[in-house]
C-alpha cells in the first residue's frame, strides 16, 4: 500500500508558476512509475505527466508540455510537478498517482493521493 499526498496548490495569476509536490509513505518510492493527473469541474480526470522511476524519462501530455515539468527525488519519496506559464484552463483539481511496473505511458494507476485544488484566475 502507498499512501500519497499532494501539497502545493493555490490561487495563481495567468501567468504565474506554482510548483506541487506529492509525498509518499508505506513503500519505496523508486518502485514506482509517478504520475500526475487534474480533473476540472464538470469533466472527465485528464492525464499530464509522468516520470520512469529513476526520474530520467519524463512523459507530458500535449496540453503542459513545454510549460511543466515531471521530476522525483527517490531520496526524499517525493514527486514534484513544476507548473509556468499557467493558464485559467488549468484551473483543476490536481492529483499525484503511483503505479507498479515500468510504462510511463500507461495511465492505469494503483494508488491515488487526495488531490490539490490549483486554481487559475485571469
Known amino acids: 500500500q502507498v499512501q500519497l499526498v499532494e501539497r502545493g496548490g493555490g490561487l495563481v495569476q495567468a501567468g504565474g508558476s506554482l510548483r506541487l509536490s506529492c509525498a509518499a509513505s508505506?513503500?519505496?518510492?523508486?518502485?514506482?512509475?509517478m504520475g500526475w493527473f487534474r480533473q476540472a469541474p464538470g469533466k472527465e480526470r485528464e492525464f499530464i505527466a509522468a516520470?520512469?522511476?529513476?526520474?530520467?524519462?519524463?512523459y507530458y501530455a500535449d496540453p503542459v508540455k513545454g510549460r511543466f515539468t515531471i521530476s522525483r527525488d527517490n531520496a526524499k519519496n517525493t514527486v514534484y510537478l513544476q507548473m509556468n506559464s499557467l493558464k485559467p484552463e488549468d484551473t483543476a483539481v490536481y492529483y499525484c498517482?503511483?503505479?507498479?511496473?515500468?510504462?510511463?505511458?500507461?495511465?492505469?494507476?494503483?494508488?491515488w493521493g487526495q488531490g490539490t485544488q490549483v486554481t487559475v484566475s485571469s
Open positions: 516520470i520512469s522511476r529513476s526520474g530520467g524519462t519524463p
Open positions: 508505506g513503500r519505496i518510492l523508486s518502485n514506482y512509475v
Open positions: 498517482a503511483a503505479r507498479a511496473g515500468s510504462s510511463i505511458t500507461t495511465i492505469k494507476y494503483d494508488y
